[in-house]
């Protein structure tokens, strides 16, 4: 069973950069792709990015692309999200999310089982 914990949301301004960050627990990490999701008020939970916690390899949605960038900490057990020019369209709750047996770029919601309870990042224009 993996844990997952998400902090780092807030409101900043059009421009501004902001990290996310999720605290990760649980066994056989190596085998696990981990992801951002987001969701915005009456939207569907769309995909960020992911990256394998083994490789390190990453896969970004297309719309924060070369904006924003997912890392994972090994030592710390973390997984982060670093957003820079962030637009007023990057307001969501944001998600970190758990699949086993997956590899970058491959997954969908349906695929991630574990999940932390969400942090809202609002971007005023």
């Known amino acids: 069973q993996i844990h997952l914990e998400e902090s780092g949301g807030g409101l900043v301004q059009a421009g501004d950069s902001l990290r996310l960050s999720c605290a990760v627990s649980g066994h056989g990490l190596g085998t696990y792709t981990m992801a951002w999701f987001r969701q915005a008020p009456g939207k569907e939970r769309e995909f960020v990015a992911d990256i394998n916690w083994s490789d390190s390899s990453t896969f970004y949605a297309g719309s924060v692309k070369g904006r924003f960038t997912i890392s994972r900490d090994k030592d710390k057990n973390t997984m982060d999200l670093h957003m820079s020019t962030l637009k007023p369209e990057d307001t969501a709750i944001y998600y970190c999310?758990?699949?086993?047996?997956?590899?970058?770029?491959?997954?969908?919601?349906?695929?991630?089982?574990?999940w932390g309870q969400g942090t809202q990042v609002t971007v005023s224009s």
């Open positions: 999310a758990a699949a086993a047996g997956i590899e970058s770029g491959l997954g969908t919601v349906s695929d991630f089982g574990s």
